[in-house]
Nanobody
Framework: QVQLLESGGGLVQPGGSLRLSCAAS????????GGWYRQAPGKERDLVAT???????IYADSVKGRFTISRDNAKNTVHLQMNSLKPEDTAVYYC???????????WGKGTLVTVSS
């Protein structure tokens, strides 16, 4: 099994920044692909950003230029740097990881980000 531990969520004022981290542990040697999704109250879970083994990234239009996804291969960790946060970024953010050599994706339990003054 693979466990994903997310951290870094919290309350921040509009215009502020947060950095989310997702550390993978357990039966995993490397991360082939990682991503962040979010789910606002009453809405579906949507893609925020993904990064593949080659470092290619994809972002939702709503976060382009404000969020940056990155990975630390040595620590099997995926990060999401969020700048210029807006109230509409408020959501539970979920980490999603596919271990190297496997097709299965794993989900974290989520971390709450609240953007409010």
């Amino acid at each position: 099994q693979v466990q994903l531990l997310e951290s870094g969520g919290g309350l921040v004022q509009p215009g502020g920044s947060l950095r989310l981290s997702c550390a993978a542990s357990g039966n995993i040697l490397s991360i082939a692909a990682g991503g962040w999704y979010r789910q606002a109250p009453g809405k579906e879970r949507d893609l925020v950003a993904t990064i593949d083994s080659g470092g290619t990234t994809i972002y939702a239009d709503s976060v382009k230029g404000r969020f940056t996804i990155s990975r630390d291969n040595a620590k099997n960790t995926v990060h999401l740097q969020m700048n210029s946060l807006k109230p509409e970024d408020t959501a539970v953010y979920y980490c999603n990881v596919r271990p190297g050599g496997r097709l299965q994706y794993y989900w974290g339990k989520g971390t709450l980000v609240t953007v409010s003054s």
